[in-house]
């Protein structure tokens, strides 16, 4: 129904009005008597055979729903009635910014792909620290972590430590987020030396608090071999927890889309991502000889598209494009298929 209704008349919106109004109708609808049951009925699926042990949480199922999607902590409530396994809120930063300028997100509907180069708008994190108050016990959240734009690299440091210090009591793990394309010089602190540091001061500070919390990073399709060897390397000198892979992509390469929306600056999503993202999963996981968990997420639209991240090497995966493209009926049915692979 998703795809053949509401897909069609939500498409007829610019990608973020289309979110904006989709996320406020589904939080409206959900205040009816009955409708939270009914979702829940219809969605969720309660499995023990599900239930995932990772990086010291435990997770009712390995389908999460990734960064980006609530940025600001207003939506994880709502949005964990679908069947979501865990939420990942932000990215945030110190301070509120407003990001780069609209249009900033673009649909590649022949690719099933979306381009966004939003630039870590949000409220700041007091904003999200407030909405997280209230969150319901058993849904595990996570905090995507990241800097401001007028922040210099050199100071990066102290955005990270702030947003951490603020988000410890209220999120289950952090994710430190370097890899997005769309922050001027981000990227940079994927360099190895620089970001050493940046992980081995988050793991101090973590080391100091009475129960330290997951720490993991999250790192750009576009790295060579040669630096996720580094990435390998780091995770070990560290001690971090898990590492995300994969974020958006600056490749255009096989598009379909014409040249005009295809080579919009910003981070490529969807199906175009999909078979990088499962070779830098497989990658990492055969040369570090599995030594740490990963979440898989980048291009998937299907539930054969979760086991092949699974099968390479993932713990965990995440949803996003896919999930807009194909509508909520995709977590029952990548959970469903994972409950029928695992009998064979």
Wanted: net charge neutral; glycine share 10%.
């Amino acid at each position: 129904m998703y795809k053949a209704l509401f897909r069609p008349l939500f498409f007829l919106l610019a990608p973020e009005s289309a979110h904006h109004f989709t996320t406020s109708w589904f939080g409206f609808l959900l205040k009816f008597p009955g409708v939270k049951t009914f979702t829940r009925g219809r969605f969720v699926n309660r499995d023990p055979r599900l239930e995932r042990q990772v990086f010291g949480l435990r997770f009712t199922n390995p389908v999460g729903l990734a960064p980006g999607f609530d940025k600001d902590a207003r939506l994880y409530k709502d949005f964990a009635h679908l069947g979501f396994g865990f939420i990942e809120i932000g990215t945030v930063t110190p301070k509120g910014q407003s990001g780069n300028p609209q249009p900033r997100m673009f649909r590649l509907q022949a690719d099933a792909g979306l381009i966004n180069r939003m630039g870590f708008n949000n409220e700041g994190v007091e904003a999200a620290v407030e909405r997280l108050r209230s969150r319901p016990a058993g849904l595990i959240v996570g905090g995507n972590i990241g800097k401001n734009k007028v922040t210099p690299n050199e100071e990066a440091e102290n955005d990270y430590h702030y947003c951490f210090d603020a988000l410890f009591e209220h999120v289950d793990y952090f994710v430190v987020n370097v890899s997005s394309p769309n922050t001027p010089n981000l990227r940079d602190l994927q360099d190895k030396e620089p970001l050493t540091k940046l992980l081995k001061g988050l793991m101090d500070r973590n080391k100091k608090k009475a129960r330290p919390k997951p720490l993991l990073l999250k790192i750009a399709p576009d790295l060579t071999d040669g630096q996720l060897d580094d990435i390998i390397a780091i995770v070990a000198e560290t001690g971090i927890d898990g590492i995300i892979a994969t974020n958006t992509t600056i490749s255009r390469e096989g598009l379909k889309t014409d040249a005009k929306i295809a080579n919009e600056a910003g981070g490529l999503s969807g199906k175009p991502l999909r078979e990088r993202s499962t070779e830098v999963i497989r990658y990492l996981a055969e040369k570090s000889n599995h030594a740490f968990p990963i979440i898989g997420v980048g291009g998937i639209h299907s539930a054969e598209d979760a086991i092949e991240k699974l099968e390479a090497g993932a713990s965990l995966v995440q949803l996003y494009t896919g999930f807009i493209y194909e509508g909520p009926d995709l977590i029952k049915r990548i959970n469903e298929a994972i409950l029928n692979h695992s009998m064979q």
